[in-house]
């Protein structure tokens, strides 16, 4: 469309400002990403407990829970960012990191539950490899990864030029 004309008590927020809330939005839509990730990644998780619990290779449990530990640091990284948002204060960078971390934490959980799973694992019948496929979007929707990574890097960057200045 070209040479479209608003009426002015129709124009959401200010002209020439657009761009701006969409980054908004953006940044805000992070952090629900990252709690979307976090459920598929604890949904995995949780699918395969059961089956790890009763399965052994060698005469020994199959499985090591390290995921469960990386699982809570990528919910406490979306917690912080979430308070900080709804504390009014920045929240882009942890926005951010909890978005990236998150999203590595669904593809790494659900890639290991599969392989704790075996065969069973990749089947229709586990709910496990519907976690592998949902997760994949998280690296890439409301900013892929190196976009996160480019965020994040250039707001450390910033804080680190202003601290150096004072």
Known sequence: ME???????????????????????????RIG???QMIGLAQG???ATLPYLSERKQFGKPIGEFQIATEIEAARLLTYNAARLKEAGE??????????LFSSQIAERASSKCIEWMGGIGITKEI????YYRDCKIGAIYEGTSNIQLQTIAKIISKQYSNSSKN
């Open 90 to 99: 920045p929240f882009i960078k942890e926005a951010a990191m909890a978005k």
């Open 3 to 29: 040479n479209l004309k608003i009426p002015a008590n129709r124009l959401l927020g200010k002209i020439g400002e657009g761009y701006k809330y969409a980054i908004d939005i953006l940044n805000e839509g």
């Open 33 to 35: 990403i990252a709690a």
């Open 127 to 130: 709910p496990v490899e519907k």
């Open 44 to 46: 995995a998780f949780d």
